[in-house]
């Protein structure tokens, strides 16, 4: 029998697709088993078309076989099959697809799910087998053909025996080498793991012969010590489900469906806490379901932790995760997308980045928007439980790429409120801001509790002014670059103009600062190097002074930079200005001690310096020398 050449270039295209096309060589079943759907729809449809009765999915099975001992691997369907000159044609021919121009010559119909389109997922088997037979005969003819081929070196056609139509690829299993593992495609339980990872929504049954357990049943006459023996037994099992859950009819499910598929499919021990299911028509035609889940997965905040949904194109896995249908602040939803819409490259492995893949992302990020949303105003509690696992990724998504998603996710942010001693939206903060209110105020620190113990605090507390309070180190980031909501300006607590004092008060401030011109002066002299300047304040009531910062960098900001920093040279430092409370008596002790000459007004200076970087939780150079300065003032 003469051996044929492959047409198309032959050894080196063939190479190609066995080596580079696809990166994982399990890959092949899925390859196969789809061009099985594919065969077997032809033919459904080709029944359908002319009427012919008794013909139904169930009657049309792929059937896989394994022969551990003689290492082959055969797939036979009950398709449409081919003849010598298709064999010649689709076998022969590398990137010819029939199944291609089947759906070219059927563009009219919607019912059938023609997956191959370039003609070379058959050559996958070449990744994992030595030695390829195809036994074909063609639905309608008498005749049966055998296609045989060892790799790129060619193949040979010739008449063969065969008892009905369709197709059975019999794959001779590579032998073991040092750095692959072949048996593993030779195992029952391998294979039925692949079926259900690539192939569980194929319309037809997939099915294996699988060895079994089970008790024998106990003998009559058994003794009273009898000990249970177990037995082997083969059952064809179907390793598919065939019907996807996501092409069911919404008010056939109910939330023990949608969370049952969670957990066994995404294996997560807790049910997600809300679900959504689209089947969305047009432009792009397509089928989602997302889930939002209860809490965190333990590596999400890492950089091991990977996005994506998993992606289908006709119940075929395509992508495990898809990166391209999620935003980066929306990570945390699993789920899939089923559509035929997409474009993908050769090997299916990958998408060729098209309009439809984006329209797809952005309908999808729209509704996980509307979705939270509606969390948010219906189930606070489910909102909040959500907020703890996930706040911190939507803050980081309105602060990032110069706060470009920032409109899409502020009013899904929640902050501490001082005021009602929760979690609020700035929705909730603004309707409840005084008339006069310019600002959304807000503040910084460790923890709430250090927050509303700031200065600061204190007097907008006792002018009943609501303050958010930040205590994650994204928080300030992320509220400088939103810089306001629905028109209200983001005011920190610690900025110079609160907004808050009369016109008469600033003149007084201004007349106090020029009358202690001398001594704020020397206090500034005194702390040069760790101020840019000392200067007079009407926002404190108690407190003796405070810190605040001049210029881009914050306190908070500089706080959570330098935790950062790998050595020296990366550390940054904000300008910092220490404000005296005018009506403290430590200021007038101040101003005693400018009078009288004394020296002592330097250790005054270092103690309210170092006083205010503690209340602002910023680190002390010198713990020691501050202790004995406070010490020997104590002493006096």
């Known amino acids: 029998m003469a051996k044929k050449q492959f ?45 012919q009765t008794g013909i139904t999915r169930e009657t049309l099975p792929i059937e896989l076989t394994l022969d551990k001992e003689n290492r082959r691997f055969v797939i036979e369907d009950h398709g449409c099959g081919m003849t010598a000159e298709e064999m010649e044609a689709n076998l022969g021919t590398i990137a010819r697809s029939g199944s291609l121009a089947f759906k070219q010559e059927n563009t009219d119909q919607t019912d059938i799910d023609i997956i191959g389109q370039f003609g070379v997922g058959f050559y996958a088997a070449f990744m994992v087998a030595s030695h390829v037979e195809v036994v074909s005969r063609a639905m309608g003819s008498e005749e049966a053909n055998c296609w045989q081929s060892d790799g790129a070196a060619g193949y040979t056609i010739a008449p063969c025996e065969k008892a009905e ?45 699988m060895v079994k357990s089970r008790m024998k049943e106990k003998p009559a006459d058994a003794p009273e010590d009898y000990t249970p023996e177990w037995e082997e037994y083969t059952e064809n099992e179907t390793l598919n489900s065939m019907v996807p859950i996501w092409k069911k009819s919404k008010k056939e499910l109910k939330d023990e469906d949608y969370n049952d598929f969670y957990t066994s499919k995404f294996y997560d021990y807790q049910p997600p806490l809300r679900h959504i299911h689209m089947n969305t028509e047009g432009a792009v035609t397509y089928t989602a379901m997302l889930f939002i889940p209860s ?29 391209d249908l999620l935003p980066d602040h929306f990570s945390f939803v699993r789920g899939m997308v089923d559509t035929a819409d997409l474009s ?44 703890n696992a996930f706040g911190r990724q939507l803050k980081y998504g309105a602060y990032v790429q110069y706060g470009a998603h920032k409109d899409l996710l502020m009013d899904l942010l929640l902050y501490h409120s001082s005021t009602e001693n929760k979690m609020v939206s700035l929705d909730e903060y603004i309707s ?32 009943g002014i609501e303050v958010l309070c930040l205590h994650h180190d994204i928080d300030e980031f992320c509220i400088k670059m939103m810089a306001s909501y629905k028109e209200k300006e983001f ?38 190097g760790k101020v840019k300047k000392v200067e007079l304040t009407g926002r404190l009531k108690s407190h003796p002074c405070c810190l605040r910062a001049e210029g881009p960098v914050t306190l908070e900001m500089e706080k959570v930079l330098n935790q950062q920093a790998m050595d020296d040279s990366q550390r940054v430092h904000a300008e910092r200005v220490l404000e005296l409370n005018a009506e403290h008596p430590i200021f007038k002790k101040l101003c005693d001690l400018q009078q009288q000459g004394s020296d002592e007004i330097n250790a005054y200076a270092d103690i309210l310096y170092t006083q205010a970087l503690l209340i602002e939780g910023m680190p002390v150079d010198d713990p020691v020398a501050y202790a004995n300065a406070v010490c020997a003032l104590l002493a006096k």
Request: net charge negative; with cysteine; hydrophobic share 35%.
């Open 7 to 51: 047409k198309a270039e032959s050894k080196r295209l063939l190479d190609l697709m066995i080596n580079s096309i696809y990166t994982h060589k399990e890959i092949f079943l899925r390859e196969l088993i789809s061009n099985a759907s594919d065969a077997t729809d032809k033919l459904y449809y080709n029944a359908m078309k002319e009427g």
């Open 165 to 209: 139509n369709g197709t059975r690829i019999t794959l001779t299993i590579k032998e073991n080498t040092e750095n692959e593992n072949y048996d593993e495609f030779l195992e029952p339980y391998r294979i039925q793991s692949l079926v259900k990872k690539y192939s569980d929504y194929i319309r037809y049954p997939i099915r294996m012969d």
């Open 295 to 323: 809490h965190a997965p333990m590596d999400y905040y890492t950089k091991d932790f990977e996005k994506g949904l998993q992606l289908y194109s006709n119940g075929v896995l395509i992508m495990d995760k898809c990166a």
């Open 344 to 387: 993908l490259n050769i090997s299916r492995e990958m998408l060729q980045h098209d309009r439809h893949l984006k329209a797809i992302a952005q309908s999808i990020e729209k509704k996980i928007k509307n979705e939270l949303l509606k969390i948010m105003t219906d189930s606070r509690e489910d909102y909040e439980k959500f907020w």
């Open 432 to 463: 409840r801001m005084k008339e006069e209110q310019k600002y959304i105020y807000y503040a910084c620190g460790e923890t709430v509790e250090k927050i509303k113990l700031l200065p600061a605090m204190e007097t907008l507390a006792d002018k």
């Open 491 to 528: 005011k920190s607590i610690t900025d110079a103009d609160l907004g808050l004092e009369s016109e008469d008060e600033k003149e007084e401030i201004k007349k106090l600062s020029e009358e202690n011109a001398p001594l704020l002066t020397k206090l500034s002299e005194t702390l040069t």
